[in-house]
């Protein structure tokens, strides 16, 4: 199962809005085939790894490993369930259940009732943080939330007063490449007006192979310049407004409620778009905003060893500190929402 897991991860970032999955073949204590689910609309782990076993034999003999339970479904792919039966494996292991209701149990039911010896629950909870994204959003019908931001050693996350220079670095360009990644990692990135206006960032991965983004920009009256790198081809991005116009290239923009519970009301809107998680890279009025209503599952705090002494002050927020990480001179720090 721990061969699952690490298999799955191989598919963060690319498999949205499908969940992570590995898969192992098992004979006479010997790895037959192994696979990952890669793209949605392409083959998922278990078809993989049975397609990669070269004595097809063996399965009927074969212990099948799985990190989430074998779809029982028509989707864009055929049921995993159906395939597992078809082939004769007798033997399943399944990490953890998968909480969509088009599945929920039925996988399991289905290759029970087929005859298969079926065990459930084998590392869950470590099946169940791999797909943390995939169980927020169906359980708590909202994206999973990473905020981010960098920080001075005095806690600042801004200067009081900028030059050309935009944005200001407060981090080493290997802080800023893994930002990148975890960039790459996430569906969407949301940003306020304020961060768009002031440091008029790409919001891209230019810094690390990986898809782009979704852009979520927050603009109320809708009156940033177009010309700002958000509005550029090289990424989607969503405008949240109470003024929506006409989509262009590739900006499009939706109605928000700025007035009452905005973090949850940006939830609702990116939840209705099928969106599983989102990284929150400012400002600090936004970032604030999510942790108010505690609407966050992780914080990353990148601390370089700049100081401000003036300036725009970090987001204030509890949390439980997971890890602690050097970076060159800087420092990573990764906590988690306690209520959680």
Not at 172 to 185: G, I, M, T, V
Not at 208 to 227: A, C, M, Q, T, Y
Request: charged residues 20%; neutral net charge; aromatic residues 8%.
């Amino acid at each position: 199962m721990k061969r699952c897991i690490q298999l799955a991860k191989n598919g963060l970032g690319t498999t949205y809005p499908n969940p992570l999955v590995g898969s192992v073949l098992v004979h006479n204590n010997t790895i037959i085939g192994e696979g990952w689910h890669y793209q949605a609309g392409q083959p998922h782990a278990e078809v993989n790894a049975v397609n990669s076993v070269k004595e097809i034999s063996l399965l009927s003999e074969a212990t099948i490993y799985v990190s989430l339970e074998p779809c029982s479904h028509f989707g864009k792919t055929p049921p995993c369930a159906d395939l597992i039966i078809q082939k004769g494996i007798k033997k399943v292991v399944i990490g953890t259940t998968d909480p969509n209701p088009k599945v929920a149990g039925q996988g399991i039911k289905k290759l029970m009732e087929a005859g298969c010896d079926v065990i459930v629950g084998v590392l869950e909870k470590e099946c169940n943080e791999l797909n943390k994204r995939f169980f927020t959003f169906q359980q708590k019908k909202r994206p999973y939330i990473i905020l981010k931001w960098a920080q001075t050693t005095d806690s600042f996350i801004a200067p009081k007063t900028r030059d050309a220079q935009k944005p200001v670095w407060i981090t080493n360009e290997f802080s800023r490449q893994l930002a990148h990644k975890l960039r790459a990692e996430e569906q969407a990135i949301l940003v306020g007006t304020n961060t768009v206006r002031d440091d008029n960032p790409s919001l891209t991965t230019r810094d690390w192979f990986g898809n782009n983004p979704l852009r979520v920009i927050l603009d109320r009256n809708n009156n940033l310049d177009k010309s700002l790198s958000v509005y550029n081809k090289e990424a989607a991005t969503l405008i949240l407004t109470e003024k929506p116009t006409e989509a262009f290239g590739t900006t499009s923009f939706e109605s928000l409620d700025f007035d009452n519970n905005l973090a949850s009301n940006i939830c609702e809107v990116l939840y209705k778009k099928n969106i599983q998680s989102l990284i929150v890279e400012g400002g600090a009025q936004t970032l604030q905003t999510f942790i108010d209503a505690n609407l966050w599952d992780e914080v990353l705090v990148f601390e370089g060893k700049t100081t401000f002494t003036k300036g725009i002050k970090a987001p204030v927020f509890s949390g439980n500190l997971l890890k602690q990480s050097e970076i060159a001179e800087d420092i990573l720090l990764h906590y988690k929402n306690p209520s959680i």
